[in-house]
């Protein structure tokens, strides 16, 4: 019997043992799975298994590529998370895609977010989490918080053109004023060659020569103009923005390609590279589509100064981003893995990979070096340049200078049917001032 109750006293202790330690190790198995050392266990040592959706835009073929082979490394490394991606191609906006995604219950977890106080105002998004703040440089707010992990800064965009065709045109150099610019699209029409390609079946790519002559014409001047117009202290019909849509119309009717209306965006690399137009106005995330479309291709890039010789460009922060949903910030499993997937995303090694791709222009505070081309050094010294005025697009602006939402694709489409319809200038404003009112009205019911 005594030798039972020794034997059975070790057991005990033995037992007592065993459990302590499990106790001790704080389950650290449980986060072996991946780099992301986040995650839940499935109680067995194994990390459990999460699944997050994301979107993205997909306009522009280069950034979802970019985007996707980063979900696939992220996945590769961290086999515990499962990313539905569920984002598509489409001609309508990114958003519209969104709010139809959210009217049939399908907003994504993860979203590239571009309009951060729509979907802010209707519950959609939460603040980015405090720990993820300190991998930028700069994060604008929204009402004193954060929202958004820039995916890159805004980049200037500008004059991508054939050195071929400028060289058959006699253009020996880049323009010094817009004056000169008009110049030398005569001088390509007599070469023989359409000057401009525009990708105008994409909603989006007419804001980039719109808001060109905006930016110009009224944004580098007075950033606090939609403030104003919402107010009622300026108008679309006023001297400024007159002339920046008659030099948009000008430039439409003279020296556009005439196909522009139902050319996508994704088909203007392949006929700027083929030949059959001299130049094409956009940013430089077009040129890894270039040299993808012919890697031989000679094309250089350039800022397209203003009447006095102003160089004025996108290129101010705005709140956009990667941004959780409100959804999928209640369930903390999510949470953990998207936070895991940014941080991943933002990583030196990762991050460089995106960037090169995308030719962006980087927003972590860690400095993210890559080979840049001649064209995106061009880009790089424009934002480092303080003589160059940065500002933003008619739609990218914030707080108090936000347009309504719907606002812009309607402008956009309006100003497609004054160039088909050799509209008066003058009275297409008139009715983009009834829009706006009666759009700044509807907001506040």
């Known amino acids: 019997m005594a030798h039972k109750s020794k034997f059975h006293m070790l057991s005990l202790l033995l037992a007592l043992v065993l459990v302590l330690s499990a106790c001790g190790n704080g389950g650290t198995e449980s986060g072996a799975s991946g780099t992301s050392g986040e995650g839940a266990s499935?109680?067995?040592?194994?990390?459990?298994?999460?699944?997050?959706?994301?979107?993205?835009?997909?306009?522009?073929?280069?950034?979802?590529q970019a985007i996707s082979d980063a979900i696939k490394a992220f996945t590769e490394a961290n086999p515990n998370v499962e990313i539905k991606d569920v984002s598509e191609g489409t001609?309508?906006?990114?958003?519209?895609?969104?709010?139809?995604?959210?009217?049939?219950g399908e907003f994504p977890d993860l979203v590239e977010m571009r309009d951060t106080e729509v979907f802010l105002k209707a519950g959609?998004?939460?603040?980015?989490?405090?720990?993820?703040?300190?991998?930028?440089?700069t994060l604008p707010e929204v009402g004193g918080k954060v929202y958004n992990a820039p995916l890159t800064l805004n980049a200037p965009q500008g004059i991508i053109y054939s050195k071929q065709a400028y060289e058959k045109a006699g253009i020996t150099e880049e323009p010094k004023t817009y004056d000169e610019f008009l110049a030398d699209q005569e001088k390509l029409k007599a070469s023989g060659i359409t000057p401009i390609?525009?990708?105008?079946?994409?909603?989006?790519?007419?804001?980039?020569?719109?808001?060109?002559?905006?930016?110009?014409d009224v944004y580098a001047k007075d950033p606090d103009w939609n403030s104003k117009r919402t107010a009622k202290q300026v108008s679309?019909?006023?001297?400024?923005?007159?002339?920046?849509?008659?030099?948009?119309?000008?430039l439409f009717s003279k020296y556009v390609d005439k196909g522009w209306l139902s050319t996508a965006d994704n088909q203007t690399a392949s006929i700027l590279v083929a030949g059959k137009a001299a130049q094409l106005f956009s940013g430089p995330w077009?040129?890894?589509?270039?040299?993808?479309?012919?890697?031989?291709?000679?094309?250089?890039?350039?800022?397209?100064?203003?009447?006095?010789?102003?160089?004025?460009?996108?290129?101010?922060?705005?709140?956009?981003?990667?941004t959780l949903s409100a959804?999928?910030?209640?369930?903390?499993?999510?949470?953990?893995a998207m936070k895991s997937f940014i941080r991943f995303f933002f990583s030196k090694e990762q991050y460089a990979k995106y960037l090169s791709t995308v030719n962006g222009i980087p927003s972590t505070k860690e400095p993210v070096e890559y080979q840049a081309t001649e064209q995106m050094q061009t880009v790089l010294d424009l934002m480092k340049d303080e003589?160059?005025?940065?500002?933003?697009?008619?739609?990218?602006?914030?707080?108090?200078n936000q347009i309504p939402p719907q606002f812009r694709n309607w402008y956009y489409k309006l100003m497609q049917e004054m160039v088909l319809k050799n509209g008066d200038v003058a009275e297409y404003m008139k009715k983009a001032d009834a829009e706006y009112d009666t759009e700044v009205a509807a907001n506040k019911q």
């Open 197 to 216: 390609v525009v990708g105008g079946k994409d909603i989006f790519h007419m804001g980039f020569w719109l808001n060109k002559f905006l930016i110009d």
């Open 327 to 336: 959804d999928a910030a209640k369930d903390q499993a999510k949470v953990d």
């Open 42 to 64: 499935d109680g067995e040592g194994q990390a459990a298994k999460t699944s997050f959706t994301i979107g993205y835009a997909t306009g522009d073929p280069a950034s979802k």
């Open 91 to 104: 001609t309508s906006s990114y958003l519209d895609w969104l709010k139809t995604k959210d009217a049939v």
């Open 236 to 250: 679309f019909t006023d001297a400024n923005v007159v002339q920046a849509m008659t030099n948009y119309k000008e």
């Open 286 to 322: 077009m040129f890894t589509q270039i040299q993808q479309a012919d890697p031989n291709f000679e094309f250089g890039f350039y800022a397209l100064p203003d009447r006095e010789g102003k160089r004025n460009v996108i290129g101010l922060p705005s709140p956009a981003g990667w």
């Open 387 to 400: 003589s160059v005025t940065k500002s933003l697009a008619i739609n990218n602006w914030w707080g108090e």
């Open 124 to 137: 959609k998004i939460v603040e980015l989490p405090s720990d993820l703040h300190d991998l930028f440089s």
